[in-house]
């Protein structure tokens, strides 16, 4: 059985990057983390600058972003390109949204 990783531990994520970007022949430089959470930051709020701490959500976000963290570190693994990791994950989060004002 595969480990989840844990809440809001960008750990899972940051080592899938490294494992695809060495797959790949390249380098794994500091921006592509960033890049990372800039990525979770927009598919959570709309806004990739937006100020979200990832490691303590505010209040009623924290299993969306769990969700948003563990799609994106699947996503990554299975070799999805960033720009659609991206919308993926935004859709996700809207659609998470808009179940819970009903």
Not at 12 to 17: E, I, P, V
Not at 47 to 74: F, M, Q, W
């Amino acid at each position: 059985m595969k480990s989840r990783p844990s809440p809001f531990n960008c750990a899972s994520m940051q080592a899938a990057l490294k494992a695809r970007r060495d797959s790949l022949g390249k380098q794994t430089e500091p921006h592509h983390y960033s890049n990372e959470v800039k990525l979770l930051r927009f598919a959570l709020t709309g806004n990739s600058k937006a100020e979200y701490d990832l490691a303590n959500p505010p209040a009623g976000r924290k299993r969306i972003t769990r969700h948003i963290i563990c799609v994106n570190t699947s996503l990554i693994a299975a070799g999805v390109e960033f720009e659609q990791r991206k919308r993926i994950c935004r859709e996700i989060a809207l659609k998470y949204e808009a179940q819970s004002l009903k």
